[in-house]
């Protein structure tokens, strides 16, 4: 397994209404397209306006036909849209496992 790794940075203030809006409106047509959700978490120490959310996927090649997926659904268009205004910076990364590490 890969896993997706994306570090969103949000003006601040606004880390609790993106909980929100990703709780209502962007998880469950992440989470029916793209599967396998791992977590969300927020930044306590360090800069708290950020926000990490992981994906896990087969391989790179299925996190691609996948996202290609959902990129075309309107309802993720949507919620893109709004969260986008949140935004400032972000980090996407594809973390690829260790071979020791556990299954």
């Known amino acids: 397994m890969v896993i997706d790794y ?4 949000f003006v601040p203030g606004t880390v609790p209404d993106f909980l929100e809006m990703f709780e209502k409106e962007g998880m469950a047509v992440q989470q029916r397209i793209l599967g ?3 977590g969300m978490y ?5 800069n708290t306006n950020e ?7 087969e ?5 691609q036909r996948l996202r290609a997926i959902l990129a075309k659904d309107p309802d993720f268009d949507a919620y893109v849209k709004k ?3 949140l935004i400032t910076n972000q980090d996407v990364r594809l ?3 260790a071979p020791f590490n556990p299954k």
């Open 6 to 9: 994306r570090a969103y940075t």
């Open 36 to 38: 396998n959700f791992i």
């Open 42 to 46: 927020r930044t306590e120490i360090g």
């Open 51 to 57: 926000v990490i959310h992981m994906w896990g996927y």
């Open 59 to 63: 391989d790179a090649a299925e996190r």
């Open 83 to 85: 969260a986008r205004k």
């Open 95 to 97: 973390l690829i496992p």
